[in-house]
């Protein structure tokens, strides 16, 4: 065994041993990888290997994430488990806060917002002041003979299928690879072929930056063996293991000191598994060892195709929910980086639904039940400190990440959001009680895997305690489409007891007397009066409020429940401040006309004070015209262009308003190689798989809204795409609707009933019809919003 001592690990390459190959049932031979008939729509593809992390193709099965660079002499596959986080249990809340916070408001409201930031900084802050990153597993390489020369290279990941590939031909050899992570077996499944026998010859090893011993262990496997990073103070608690079995057809295996190699073997399939000692955020008692060599013995046993086959019924089991279809052109026959690069010359509808249909295979591949959430990075992450920690931040952008899950019919994958809200109902309760001596939970702009609560950074972005009342939406919406009241009821007591934090926590300010936040700010943007972000009752605060504990109180009365708490909660409601207008005729970011005042950012990324429009429905175009006009006005001023994500909550606002060209040209720069790497993940930059979320959920936004009690088609439809067709995508209430589209008008569409409610509402521009369904109904509707006869 050879230990590294934090140094990289990297394997030799040693092709002169080798010994008889290791036969399974997994060397069985396979009559054509390539079998399931693939769509080219649905495919990312690239005429050379990926010579950077932001080329390199993406697999995951929610759990376990790879990045797949597809090289001919040396392939890299880079690995994550969504579990391997830097440090340990730890309390960051600040025992000094208590006393702190009444001195804090008192300033606050006296105008002295930079004193008010000094104190927040010296005795509210979390101890450690940072949370603890996400972090690599480290790299697999397999070296290959270097070839004399390469033809017909093409490097793919299918969407549909949810397999990434490469195939090239030496000297009339055809070779191919595929690469996927099994929801099903547990395991990332590596097959290496060509159309000749006897031709695989590569050496296996991997490096990583962690604290990690490699060795081989019998005849076929590699073994990496560490412990996590320490950060920020907080001592590594983690174990980690990552095995790779190498299994081939024929040839001869060997195994060397930290290396497997095969040579002249017909095919051969590596199985890699990977875990983590972490069973909960308070729980590190896990034995990463028994679980890897369980996950690789039981996939071991299973044929190649069975192991593929099996990957692909479960994935394509969500995958297929939704068909996009905006037109087809040329430009399809172009590899991705190349139609990435021209879209904005306007010839090219299919890139926008094959990046509508990416966000998708993101979420089904970094978030499934059972894993952790989709992160900062989703579940792909090559660094020891990737930036802003990888973290979970709440402030938008782990919110965003799960803004397409409902209405893109992929509810399962929100499962792990839920399970970590209700994990920070336990450590939330802990910093309310120790910061705010208050009931309930509170968490603020970002948590970790350990669940942290307390607020973190510093005071101009950290000290905004609406981290949890804003997850408690995505929840909400979970309920909305699905109806479910089982699930209503799993969710109830995070709902109760994030509104129980502010019914103890809201102050009244002294000028009109409504009860607001204090202190708080408005996401990370500072105000004219001082070098600071502190205030009070800034307007996103308000309207996360105004959900919140309009969500508590239905629900309360749904499940017949706590009806003394819910009119304390509608009292409390009802002297929130209000949205208010100011004298540019914008929607006020803050309590005071600050929005145009020299000294602040008039272009800031965050567009906070719009949460009203989207994702929330509290602005309407119909029902709150003047509030849209003031809001459009916000949009106006802030500009189209931001960081990715930031560009995505733009294009979701401008469908709110239903401007389809607007936000068409947000999506267009959306898609620009500014904000879109070659590999399609979304550029902040650096890389934030938010904008990714935000983008998919943008689009279908254009075609289908359902936020205001009606079901409305095509509300936002630019007219670039003037003909095309959608199925499957999902509306409040528990409905599946497809749409049609001709000449830029609607030519049919269908409402089906997926859930207990009954009766919806239909609009198209000015129509509207009322519908009735029985229980997996379907109703067919025509281009004038009539039904269609059967």
């Known amino acids: 065994m050879k230990h590294s001592n934090g140094a990289w690990l990297l394997a030799g390459l040693v092709l002169s041993l080798m010994c008889p190959a290791v036969r399974s049932s997994l060397a069985a031979p396979v009559k054509d990888n390539g079998a399931q008939v693939e769509d080219g729509r649905l495919s990312l593809w690239y005429r050379a290997p990926a010579k ?200 001869k295996t060997i195994a060397g000191t930290n290396t497997i190699s095969v040579s002249g073997a017909d095919s051969a399939t590596l199985l890699i598994a990977a875990a983590t000692s972490y069973k909960s955020f308070q729980d590190v008692s896990g034995d990463p060892e028994a679980v890897v060599k369980k996950q690789v013995a039981a996939a071991s046993k299973k044929p190649y195709a069975r192991l593929r086959e099996a990957h692909v019924a479960e994935h394509q089991r969500l995958f297929r929910r939704v068909e996009l279809d905006l037109g087809q052109t040329a430009s399809m026959k172009l590899p991705t980086d190349e139609r990435i690069a021209h879209f904005a010359e306007g010839n090219d509808p299919q890139l926008a639904a094959l990046y509508f249909q990416f966000g998708r295979y993101l979420l089904i591949s970094s978030s499934r039940p059972g894993s952790q959430p989709a992160n900062l990075q989703g579940i792909w992450n090559d660094s020891m400190s990737p930036p802003w920690g990888g973290k979970y931040t709440i402030n938008i952008n782990t919110e965003m990440n799960y803004w397409p899950a409902e209405t893109c019919a992929l509810g399962e994958c929100v499962e792990p959001l839920t399970a970590m809200v209700m994990d920070l109902t336990q450590t939330g309760a802990r910093t309310a009680k120790t910061m705010y001596n208050a009931r309930g939970w509170v968490v603020h702009h970002n948590t970790d895997l350990w669940r942290a609560a307390a607020p973190i950074d510093g005071s101009f972005s950290g000290i905004w305690p609406l981290g949890g009342a804003w997850l408690c939406q995505n929840l909400w919406e979970h309920y909305l489409f699905s109806g479910d009241k089982q699930y209503l009821k799993r969710i109830y007591p995070a709902l109760k007891g994030a509104a129980e934090f502010f019914l103890d926590t809201l102050v009244e300010e002294p000028t009109h007397h409504w009860l607001v936040t204090c202190p708080s700010l408005s996401p990370e943007n500072g105000h004219p009066e001082g070098r600071t972000s502190v205030c009070a009752g800034p307007a996103m605060d308000m309207e996360i409020l105004r959900d919140l504990f309009a969500n508590c109180i239905q629900a309360a009365q749904t499940l017949g429940v706590d009806q003394a708490l819910a009119a304390q909660i509608a009292g409390a409601r009802q002297r929130l401040a209000p949205p208010q207008v100011g004298a540019a005729g914008q929607l006020q970011e803050w309590l ?159 409402i089906s009933r997926t859930a207990a409610t009954e009766t919806c509402t239909v609009r198209y521009g000015q129509k509207t019809i009322a519908l009735r369904l029985k229980a997996d109904q379907t109703k067919r509707l025509t281009s004038e919003l009539e039904e269609a006869s059967n």
């Open 592 to 750: 005071k006309d600050w929005d145009m005042e020299p000294g602040v950012d008039l272009h800031h990324r965050h567009v906070s004070h719009l949460y009203a429009l989207y994702p929330s429905a509290q602005i309407d175009v119909r029902k709150t015209p003047e509030l849209a006009a003031a809001a459009k006005k916000s949009l106006e001023v802030r500009g189209d262009k931001a960081t990715g994500w930031a560009t995505a909550w733009r294009l979701n606002l401008w469908t709110r308003l239903d401007d389809g060209d607007h936000a068409y040209r947000i999506l267009d720069f959306l898609l620009s190689p500014e904000r879109t790497y070659p590999n399609m993940f979304d550029a902040h930059p650096p890389f934030q798989i938010d904008g990714n979320f935000g983008g998919s959920a943008g689009i279908a936004e254009m075609l289908l809204q359902s936020q205001s009690g009606e079901i409305e088609l095509l509300p936002a439809l630019p007219r670039t795409w003037q003909a095309g067709s959608v199925q499957g995508l999902r509306a409040r209430g528990g409905f599946a609707v497809d749409i049609a589209w001709q000449n830029g008008k609607l030519s049919s569409a269908s």
């Open 52 to 251: 950077k992390w932001t080329e390199a193709l993406p697999v995951g099965n929610g759990r376990l994430g790879a990045m797949v660079f597809g090289g001919s002499e040396r392939e890299q596959f880079q690995l994550n488990e969504d579990t391997l986080w830097a440090g340990g249990p730890y309390t960051p809340d600040n025992t000094n806060a208590l006393t702190a916070l009444p001195e804090v408001r008192r300033l606050v409201f006296e105008g002295k917002y930079d004193e008010a930031a000094r104190l927040i900084d010296r005795s509210v802050m979390a101890r450690p002041l940072g949370q603890m990153p996400y972090q690599t597993v480290g790299d697999l390489f397999l070296d290959f003979p270097a070839p004399a020369s390469l033809a017909d290279y093409r490097r793919d990941l299918n969407l549909d299928t949810a397999i990434a590939s490469v195939s090239y031909t030496i000297n009339g050899i055809t070779f191919r690879r595929e690469v996927f992570a099994s929801p099903v077996d547990q395991v990332i499944v590596v097959r290496l072929t060509a159309d000749k026998p006897g031709q695989v010859t590569f050496v296996a090893g991997m490096k990583t930056p962690q604290r990690a011993t490699l060795a081989t262990e019998g005849a076929d496997a590699l073994v990496m063996r560490g412990v996590n990073g320490s950060a920020n103070g907080i001592k590594a608690a983690l174990k980690f293991e990552a095995r790779v079995r190498v299994l081939a057809q024929g040839g």
